[in-house]
């Protein structure tokens, strides 16, 4: 009988996290090449894959839904983590400010001070 994880889930879903994050660029790399190396990259997501089904294998059906969701849009996630890489500590302040007024439901209203229409 397999053990299941249920301790530490936070870390155990960003781990899910960036392992398909891996396995959509190593996939995405496959595409350029047509022999040997394609070969080897799509070998490296079928392992991708059997790491995020054996896992998904020992967890509780309520968590895989959250697990399913966040790791749906893996590379939307980590296009906006290159791009806030190069943000300003305020402008992070900022942002981390309007995502925890967004994930409470409020309105946020973006104004454009540059460009007046």
């Avoid at 879903?13 to 394609?38: C, N, P, Q, R, W």
């Avoid at 895989?64 to 969701?69: A, K, Q, T, W």
Wanted: with cysteine.
């Amino acid at each position: 009988m397999k053990e299941h994880f249920e301790d530490n889930i936070f870390s155990l879903i960003k781990a899910l996290h960036h392992t398909k994050i891996a396995m959509d660029y190593f996939e995405d790399v496959s595409k350029e090449y047509e022999y040997g190396a394609k070969q080897v990259m799509l070998n490296y997501v079928t392992k991708c894959k059997w790491i995020l089904d054996n896992v998904r294998h020992r967890l509780p059906e309520e968590i895989l839904l959250e697990i399913d969701l966040d790791i749906r849009d893996a590379l939307f996630l980590d296009l906006i983590e290159d791009k806030v890489i190069h943000f300003s500590n305020s402008q992070k302040e900022t942002l981390e400010n309007i995502i925890d007024l967004m994930s409470k439901g409020e309105l946020i209203e973006i104004t454009d001070t540059k460009n007046h229409l």
